[in-house]
């Protein structure tokens, strides 16, 4: 294992340890390894324990061949995690359910700490009930607390009696603004037995647009619940060795294009070169013209362009913004040396990509993405084609007659037709974490009220800002009233219409798109437009900046043509898009006088909340399980947790299968995150504790309820399993040849103490990373898994919960006669046991098969022996204690 001295140097007197990377790599080949090879090189050496991470890690880095890298997975260890409230919650659960089973076991509970630092931001439960009034924030917030109230009461006893864990409440910001303004470090400075280091800032979070930092220079992306635990307890995070793909940018952009057309253009071009499970970074001589809100923007959508992070260097520009935002001087001082000795301050020379892709920064133009997909990027003029295209016509042409029907709508006669636009929100921090879209925004509006344009009645229309600063610089511009005068009245400080929380629309207007069956549209300043995702009436929805949501407002209809037709008239005079479009210099004076330091200390100098404040929760080591809760409660993850006894046997005998599954099954078909059904397992135990359907919530706002998600485990009305002739969550108990629910038969086998196994086909667990379709399989009494080949999040996953994942070459699921009971005899847990399945086929035949175990590294052979990562944590905390 090789030995990495540490080096010093001094910033204002402070004296730092540092690994210095041109000691592991000479000066040449230093310089031509990309900057997210290097941040990740300099992780592992500091943290190298030849377990954890090993000299395998660091030798892959170094050995990195950006024409041939190998099939390989890696591990590095993150500085801190970030989570907002949705996905935090289950792993907030789990953590009081360890101090609880420390306590049981006769030790100290407050043992029990997250190891890294962790901050959740509570941004996903505000909905946009209110609006178009100057108390829709005041009464968005009343009923987003008297809603959650439940899980913030968990939440605030969770900060209350945690280390390394800060709660950011509700109505501060967006997570990743939150991020990117306050809490990013970019370089650490720690402080650990007596000396003081300095090291890359990098994270994981949970939730895809964490990649947003990336604008900043630093390292992070986004990951599922499971893996963010591992992290937190201080595991390393496993990926495989990335291809890097280089993207040169040069030229600038023209006067009036902003940098969500940039993003648009630049999804729709990676999304064409395939960008999947690659780092991207951007370099080149243009990068020096983008302002580090532009950047932030651009790594923002780097999920939606399909690459693990999007990162580009940190140079004056990104000083300059930590300046802004109230980042000390001693900091700023510290992560320019640092960076300096690092070799990666500014521009690296020389660097070595995978491949190399050309973005002309003059070629991009006004863009709007849908109506359906991020990559849909179209200019203005096409626009409405795309919409005319994608209504739903018998007829052959474009040329779709668009049905109008008549509303009385506030005292008005209106008409609502095909193509009209019914949300219209400046929401989401890829948009309003820039002051230059923000301020152009409201730029525009003044421009139009000045001009006697209004919004239509029938437009919903919402400010959602992700930091309250945002709402600082549009008040000490003036500009908010002009926004206010449009309807764009500020409705809270949360996701809102950008994750689909934009609340009902007006009852005659829904009513009227129902009874109708009416293509209508949604226009936002967010990241995403699937079908159904802002609102479930809503078919198509328009990704834009936030001076053209203002501008589509107004036009109310999204088959205008914003390059050539009028907005509207006003005393017979037809007023276009240029009429009110801000010019560059318009914004950037309007950046450089309003946006100030000031604002940035106030808000993050002191971050409170009235009714957070308001919440009162006893602090104590443990938590007080409330056994009628259907929102928060202890799972049984450490049931029969014993201290000194590891899992030594792992062949698994006479198992029945819960499922056999074709291939591409997704996580979502395992553990689906939308509405339940009244009728299903999870909605019959709600019902028999008293919630009634209309108050069943979600399965993603009831994730920290095990008895909840376990029986919505493979409850997905869309999965197949092939054992029954029917779609959804059914099976076959098979000692009664019954047919029943999932989870009904599971419970049924456990009852009797038969092992389960689940056999699928190839990509098995492809899909977002949920942390519980891996939980929830284990809950359900599955002892290994069967597949073909895995999706690398969901492989972990199982791992981390103790469930064996194996891949066969040979066997074709449907094949197998269910109804004989499986064997698989395994040598050893071990990277590179042996391990044999025996089945019998429909004919009677018995086969045994060699399988390969998916237990990779000598860590998820430890996860393994520990029963899951969680208990592995578990006997580590307490055994160095």
Same mark, same amino acid.
């Given at each position: 294992?090789?030995?990495?001295?540490?080096?010093?140097?001094?910033?204002?007197?402070?004296?730092? /340890?540092?690994?210095?990377?041109?000691? %592991?790599? &000479?000066?040449?080949?230093?310089?031509?390894?990309?900057?997210?090879?290097?941040?990740?090189?300099?992780?592992?050496?500091?943290?190298? &324990?030849?377990?954890?991470?090993?000299?395998?890690?660091?030798?892959?880095?170094?050995?990195?061949?950006?024409?041939?890298?190998?099939?390989?997975?890696?591990?590095?260890?993150?500085?801190?995690?970030?989570?907002?409230?949705?996905?935090?919650?289950?792993?907030?659960? *789990?953590?009081?359910?360890?101090?609880?089973?420390?306590?049981?076991?006769?030790?100290?509970?407050?043992?029990?700490?997250?190891?890294?630092?962790?901050?959740?931001?509570?941004?996903?439960?505000?909905?946009?009930?209110?609006?178009?009034?100057?108390?829709?924030?005041?009464?968005?917030?009343?009923?987003?607390?008297?809603?959650?109230?439940?899980?913030?009461?968990?939440?605030?006893?969770?900060?209350?009696?945690?280390?390394?864990?800060?709660?950011?409440?509700?109505?501060?910001?967006?997570?990743?603004?939150?991020?990117?303004?306050?809490?990013?470090?970019?370089?650490?400075?720690?402080?650990?037995?007596?000396?003081?280091?300095?090291?890359?800032?990098?994270?994981?979070?949970?939730?895809?647009?964490?990649?947003?930092?990336?604008?900043?220079?630093?390292?992070?992306?986004?990951?599922?619940?499971?893996?963010?635990?591992?992290?937190?307890?201080?595991?390393?995070?496993?990926?495989?060795?990335?291809?890097?793909?280089?993207?040169?940018?040069?030229?600038?952009?023209?006067?009036?294009?902003?940098?969500?057309?940039?993003?648009?253009?630049?999804?729709?071009?990676?999304?064409?070169? $395939?960008?999947?499970?690659?780092?991207?970074?951007?370099?080149?001589?243009?990068?020096?013209?983008?302002?580090?809100?532009?950047?932030?923007?651009?790594?923002?959508?780097?999920?939606?362009?399909?690459?693990?992070?999007?990162?580009?260097?940190?140079?004056?520009?990104?000083?300059?913004?930590?300046?802004?935002?109230?980042?000390?001087?001693?900091? %700023?001082?510290?992560?320019?040396?640092?960076?300096?000795?690092?070799?990666?301050?500014?521009?690296?020379?020389?660097?070595?990509?995978?491949?190399? %892709?050309?973005?002309?920064?003059?070629?991009?133009?006004?863009?709007?993405?849908?109506?359906?997909?991020?990559?849909?990027?179209?200019?203005?003029?096409?626009?409405?084609?795309?919409?005319?295209?994608?209504?739903?016509?018998?007829?052959?042409?474009?040329?779709?007659?668009?049905?109008?029907?008549?509303?009385?709508?506030?005292?008005? &006669?209106?008409?609502?037709?095909?193509?009209?636009?019914?949300?219209?929100?400046?929401?989401?921090?890829?948009?309003?974490?820039?002051?230059?879209?923000?301020?152009?925004?409201?730029?525009?509006?003044?421009?139009?009220?000045?001009?006697?344009?209004?919004?239509?009645?029938?437009?919903?229309?919402?400010?959602?800002?992700?930091?309250?600063?945002?709402?600082?610089?549009?008040?000490?511009?003036?500009?908010?009233?002009?926004?206010?005068?449009?309807?764009?009245?500020?409705?809270?400080?949360?996701?809102?219409?950008?994750?689909?929380?934009?609340?009902?629309?007006?009852?005659?207007?829904? #009513?009227?798109?129902?009874?109708?069956?009416?293509?209508?549209?949604?226009?936002?300043?967010?990241?995403? $437009?699937?079908?159904?995702?802002?609102?479930?009436?809503?078919? =198509?929805?328009?990704?834009?900046?936030?001076?053209?949501?203002?501008?589509?407002?107004?036009?109310?209809?999204?088959?205008?043509?914003?390059?050539?037709?009028?907005?509207?008239?006003?005393?017979?005079?037809?007023?276009?898009?240029? *009429?009110?479009?801000?010019?560059?210099?318009?914004?950037?004076? =309007?950046?450089?006088?309003?946006?100030?330091?000031?604002?940035?200390?106030?808000?993050?100098?002191?971050?409170?909340?009235?009714?957070?404040?308001?919440?009162?929760?006893?602090?104590?080591?443990?938590?007080?399980? *409330?056994?009628?809760?259907?929102?928060?409660?202890?799972?049984?993850?450490?049931?029969?947790?014993?201290?000194?006894?590891?899992?030594?046997?792992?062949?698994?005998?006479?198992?029945?299968?819960?499922?056999?599954?074709?291939?591409?099954?997704?996580?979502?078909?395992?553990?689906?995150?939308?509405?339940?059904?009244?009728?299903?397992?999870?909605?019959?135990?709600?019902?028999?504790?008293?919630?009634?359907?209309?108050?069943?919530?979600?399965?993603?706002?009831?994730?920290?309820?095990?008895?909840?998600?376990?029986?919505?485990?493979?409850?997905?009305?869309?999965?197949?399993?092939?054992?029954?002739?029917?779609?959804?969550?059914?099976?076959?108990?098979?000692?009664?040849?019954?047919?029943?629910?999932?989870?009904?038969? =599971?419970?049924?086998?456990?009852?009797?103490?038969?092992?389960?196994?689940?056999?699928?086909?190839?990509?098995?667990?492809?899909?977002?990373?949920?942390?519980?379709?891996?939980?929830?399989?284990?809950?359900?009494?599955?002892?290994?898994?069967?597949?073909?080949?895995?999706?690398?999040?969901?492989?972990?996953?199982?791992?981390?919960?103790?469930?064996?994942?194996?891949?066969?070459?040979?066997?074709?699921?449907?094949?197998?006669?269910?109804?004989?009971?499986?064997?698989?005899?395994?040598?050893?847990? *071990?990277?590179?046991?042996?391990?044999?399945?025996?089945?019998?086929?429909?004919?009677? #035949?018995?086969?045994?098969?060699?399988?390969?175990?998916?237990?990779?590294?000598?860590?998820?052979?430890?996860?393994?022996?520990?029963?899951?990562?969680?208990? /592995?944590?578990?006997?580590?905390?307490?055994?160095?204690?």
């Amino acid at each position: 294992m090789v030995e990495i001295k540490e080096e010093t140097f001094e910033v204002d007197g402070r004296k730092y /340890y540092y690994y210095p990377l041109n000691k %592991i790599l &000479d000066g040449k080949r230093l310089e031509k390894l990309p900057r997210s090879l290097r941040i990740l090189l300099e992780s592992m050496v500091r943290n190298l &324990d030849g377990r954890s991470i090993t000299q395998d890690d660091i030798d892959a880095i170094v050995n990195w061949n950006p024409s041939n890298v190998p099939d390989k997975e890696i591990r590095f260890k993150v500085s801190r995690v970030v989570m907002q409230d949705f996905t935090g919650v289950p792993a907030v659960v *789990d953590l009081a359910s360890m101090r609880d089973t420390v306590k049981k076991l006769g030790k100290d509970p407050e043992l029990i700490n997250p190891q890294v630092r962790v901050d959740l931001v509570i941004d996903h439960s505000v909905q946009v009930d209110y609006y178009g009034e100057s108390f829709a924030i005041e009464k968005n917030e009343e009923l987003e607390f008297n809603r959650n109230l439940e899980r913030y009461k968990f939440l605030k006893w969770a900060q209350k009696s945690f280390k390394n864990f800060r709660v950011i409440p509700p109505g501060t910001g967006i997570i990743h603004q939150v991020n990117l303004e306050y809490l990013a470090e970019v370089i650490f400075d720690y402080e650990e037995k007596g000396k003081r280091y300095a090291y890359f800032d990098t994270l994981v979070g949970t939730d895809s647009h964490t990649t947003m930092i990336n604008g900043i220079g630093v390292l992070g992306w986004g990951v599922g619940g499971i893996e963010a635990e591992a992290a937190l307890l201080g595991q390393p995070i496993t990926i495989s060795l990335p291809e890097v793909i280089g993207v040169r940018l040069h030229g600038e952009l023209n006067p009036g294009v902003t940098a969500t057309d940039l993003v648009l253009t630049i999804t729709e071009l990676l999304r064409k070169v $395939n960008v999947v499970d690659k780092f991207v970074e951007f370099f080149g001589p243009s990068v020096k013209y983008l302002s580090v809100p532009e950047r932030a923007t651009v790594s923002n959508m780097c999920p939606e362009y399909g690459a693990t992070l999007a990162l580009f260097p940190i140079d004056d520009q990104t000083l300059d913004y930590l300046r802004t935002t109230g980042r000390s001087d001693h900091k %700023i001082k510290l992560i320019k040396k640092y960076l300096e000795l690092q070799g990666m301050f500014g521009e690296s020379e020389g660097v070595e990509y995978t491949k190399v %892709i050309d973005l002309d920064l003059s070629t991009v133009k006004p863009s709007v993405a849908g109506p359906k997909l991020p990559q849909q990027r179209l200019d203005l003029d096409q626009v409405p084609s795309s919409f005319l295209s994608s209504v739903e016509s018998n007829s052959d042409s474009h040329l779709v007659s668009l049905r109008k029907v008549p509303l009385k709508l506030k005292g008005q &006669d209106v008409e609502l037709s095909d193509g009209d636009i019914v949300i219209a929100a400046i929401t989401s921090c890829t948009n309003t974490s820039n002051p230059y879209v923000m301020l152009a925004a409201g730029l525009v509006a003044k421009k139009a009220v000045e001009l006697g344009l209004k919004v239509n009645p029938k437009v919903k229309t919402s400010l959602a800002p992700g930091s309250r600063v945002v709402t600082d610089y549009l008040t000490e511009s003036g500009l908010i009233d002009y926004l206010d005068k449009l309807g764009f009245y500020l409705v809270g400080y949360g996701c809102t219409t950008c994750i689909g929380n934009s609340g009902p629309l007006d009852k005659d207007v829904d #009513e009227a798109i129902i009874k109708n069956n009416l293509n209508v549209v949604s226009v936002l300043s967010g990241n995403r $437009n699937f079908e159904a995702r802002i609102h479930k009436d809503v078919k =198509a929805n328009y990704l834009m900046s936030p001076p053209l949501v203002v501008a589509y407002a107004i036009a109310g209809n999204i088959t205008i043509n914003l390059d050539k037709d009028p907005l509207g008239e006003v005393n017979g005079k037809k007023i276009y898009l240029k *009429d009110i479009w801000p010019s560059n210099n318009e914004i950037k004076d =309007a950046v450089n006088k309003y946006v100030k330091k000031e604002m940035y200390e106030k808000r993050y100098g002191n971050i409170t909340n009235k009714r957070w404040e308001s919440i009162d929760v006893p602090e104590s080591p443990v938590y007080n399980w *409330d056994e009628s809760s259907t929102y928060i409660r202890n799972p049984p993850f450490f049931e029969n947790f014993k201290l000194n006894e590891l899992i030594s046997t792992f062949s698994v005998k006479g198992a029945y299968p819960l499922l056999i599954l074709g291939d591409s099954v997704t996580t979502d078909h395992i553990s689906p995150a939308g509405s339940i059904p009244k009728d299903s397992p999870a909605g019959k135990y709600l019902i028999e504790h008293g919630v009634k359907p209309e108050d069943f919530n979600s399965y993603g706002s009831r994730r920290g309820n095990h008895e909840v998600m376990m029986r919505g485990t493979f409850a997905n009305v869309r999965i197949r399993n092939l054992m029954v002739n029917k779609e959804g969550g059914y099976t076959i108990f098979i000692p009664d040849n019954k047919e029943m629910s999932v989870y009904d038969a =599971a419970m049924k086998y456990r009852s009797m103490g038969i092992p389960l196994v689940v056999v699928a086909g190839r990509e098995y667990g492809t899909g977002s990373s949920r942390d519980w379709a891996a939980k929830g399989t284990y809950l359900l009494g599955v002892r290994a898994v069967l597949a073909k080949s895995y999706e690398r999040i969901h492989r972990s996953n199982l791992v981390g919960m103790g469930v064996i994942p194996i891949e066969y070459e040979s066997l074709n699921p449907q094949d197998i006669d269910f109804t004989k009971k499986i064997d698989i005899d395994i040598d050893g847990i *071990d990277p590179g046991s042996k391990a044999r399945m025996t089945y019998t086929d429909k004919n009677g #035949e018995s086969h045994t098969v060699p399988v390969t175990l998916r237990v990779d590294t000598p860590a998820e052979a430890d996860y393994i022996r520990n029963g899951g990562i969680l208990q /592995y944590s578990l006997r580590k905390i307490l055994s160095s204690n």
